[in-house]
């Protein structure tokens, strides 16, 4: 696997979990605080931390074991 596919893996992978937490940041402060306010700090951090978990690691996992069954 070559590092322009755990970039574009990682980048993906960040977007969409950064999507995903921004609409349910806003959610909740919307139903249980009545101001639709987005966390933009939780909302990064878990980007990041889904971003490089799911798109970096798994990945490379995947190839790694690729590899040892073509060998």
């Known amino acids: 696997m070559s590092i322009r596919q755990l970039l574009i893996d990682f980048i993906i ?3 969409v979990a950064l ?3 921004v609409v ?3 959610l909740w402060s919307l139903i249980f605080h009545g101001a ?3 966390d933009w700090e939780t909302a990064f951090r878990f ?3 889904f ?3 799911f798109g970096i690691v ?3 996992m995947r190839g790694r074991e ?3 069954a073509q060998k």
């Open 13 to 15: 992978t960040f977007a």
């Open 19 to 21: 999507v995903v937490t």
């Open 24 to 26: 349910v940041t806003f």
């Open 36 to 38: 639709g306010t987005i």
């Open 47 to 49: 980007a990041l931390i």
């Open 51 to 53: 971003g490089i978990t």
């Open 58 to 60: 798994l990945p490379w």
């Open 66 to 68: 690729s590899r040892a």
